[in-house]
């Protein structure tokens, strides 16, 4: 059996492609649907060990952490049920090493928010989870 080396095996396939393609636009309309009410938004995809956080926005002291989710079917729950404790409890970890790195965030109360985008339309569910 021949071992594949490192960067044989990390090559993304055809359908992870696509499905990321799908996701980044889903995060691009959801950053702008914040600020198109009102929000800044501080930083996209903050990437740490172990999570990723979609979209960071402020505005009056706030700070929303939102969670994009896309999908085509609403089978086990839908979109908004993939955001499971377990997934809940990596973005609040992530969380809490951003407002380490950057402590001007930390002054802010935080909220975790989760934005589902359909095809035509945009479901905000405020307050969604608690860390």
Known sequence: MTKLAPADRAQPTQASNYRQ??????????????????WQVVLRNFRRRGGELDIVASQDGELVVAEVRTRNREDFGGAAASVDRAKQARIARTT???LQSRPAL???RVRFDVL???????EWIKHAFTA
């Not at 393609?21 to 009102?38: M, P, Y």
């Not at 589902?116 to 945009?122: L, N, P, Q, Y």
Request: hydrophobic share 50%.
């Open 21 to 38: 393609a799908i996701g980044q636009r889903a995060e691009d309309r959801a950053a702008a649907f914040l600020e198109s009410n009102g």
């Open 106 to 108: 930390a002054r802010y």
């Open 96 to 98: 809490a090493l951003l």
């Open 116 to 122: 589902v985008v359909r095809d035509g339309s945009i």
